[in-house]
């Protein structure tokens, strides 16, 4: 007889991960369309601080601005976890967290043609790249709270440990908040030193 394939825990939580991925990366696709088809200075809370510093006297303004853009999307991401249906808003915070990498990348381009492609590549991706795990983490941190609930709310059944279980998903978020700290200010320092390399 044939093996009959099924999910198993690893493989689902796999997929799901590939599947949170892949709602950001649609929304890189939106923000850089959205961007070349307009073609104006975006909303800061579009691109949300993914472009890089003008000068040495912005980085202050450009670490606090990106800092409080991420902080307030893991807030947001938090919350979000603690509603039975918090799972679609999730998805929504992830295409929007992509469509501001996106216009970023876009509205450099749009500026410098392919003279953007070096700061892009050396800047804005990997602070893309690091802020985006982040935010799929979180996301996925949300869904898995945000099901128990849905679980709760349609059977009745409060699950095992949910003073635990609560505590362990504040301690995550309380991580990831760390970490974005930490990035922030790694991609802060960095973009001093592009600057210098570049004069």
């Given at each position: 007889m044939?093996?009959?394939?099924?999910?198993?825990p690893?493989?689902s939580?796999?997929i799901?991960?590939?599947?949170?991925?892949?709602?950001l990366?649609?929304?890189?696709?939106?923000?850089?369309?959205?961007?070349?088809v307009?073609?104006?200075?975006?909303?800061?809370?579009?691109?949300?601080?993914?472009?890089?510093?003008?000068?040495?006297?912005d980085?202050r303004?450009?670490?606090?601005?990106?800092?409080?853009s991420s902080?307030?999307?893991?807030?947001?991401?938090?919350?979000?976890?603690?509603f039975?249906?918090?799972?679609?808003?999730?998805?929504?915070?992830?295409?929007?967290?992509?469509?501001?990498?996106?216009?970023?990348?876009?509205?450099?381009y749009?500026?410098?043609g392919a003279?953007a492609?070096?700061?892009?590549?050396?800047?804005?991706?990997?602070?893309a790249?690091?802020?985006?795990?982040i935010a799929?983490?979180?996301?996925r941190?949300?869904?898995?709270?945000?099901?128990?609930?849905?679980?709760?709310?349609?059977?009745?059944?409060?699950?095992?440990?949910?003073?635990?279980?609560?505590?362990?998903?504040?301690?995550?978020?309380?991580?990831?908040?760390?970490?974005?700290l930490i990035?922030?200010?790694?991609?802060?320092?960095?973009?001093?030193?592009?600057?210098?390399?570049?004069?």
């Amino acid at each position: 007889m044939k093996n009959i394939s099924t999910f198993t825990p690893d493989k689902s939580r796999r997929i799901q991960f590939l599947l949170l991925i892949s709602a950001l990366v649609a929304g890189v696709i939106l923000g850089s369309v959205r961007q070349a088809v307009d073609g104006r200075v975006a909303s800061p809370w579009l691109y949300q601080f993914f472009l890089p510093p003008t000068g040495s006297g912005d980085l202050r303004g450009y670490f606090m601005s990106t800092l409080v853009s991420s902080e307030v999307f893991l807030c947001a991401a938090f919350l979000s976890g603690l509603f039975t249906f918090g799972q679609p808003l999730g998805v929504l915070l992830l295409v929007y967290r992509g469509a501001g990498i996106g216009a970023a990348a876009a509205f450099m381009y749009s500026l410098t043609g392919a003279g953007a492609a070096v700061p892009v590549l050396l800047i804005v991706l990997p602070k893309a790249i690091a802020l985006g795990m982040i935010a799929v983490l979180a996301v996925r941190e949300l869904m898995r709270t945000s099901v128990s609930m849905l679980r709760f709310w349609l059977t009745g059944d409060a699950p095992e440990n949910a003073s635990r279980a609560f505590r362990l998903y504040c301690v995550k978020f309380a991580v990831l908040l760390l970490l974005s700290l930490i990035v922030t200010g790694a991609d802060t320092a960095w973009c001093a030193v592009f600057m210098k390399l570049r004069r």
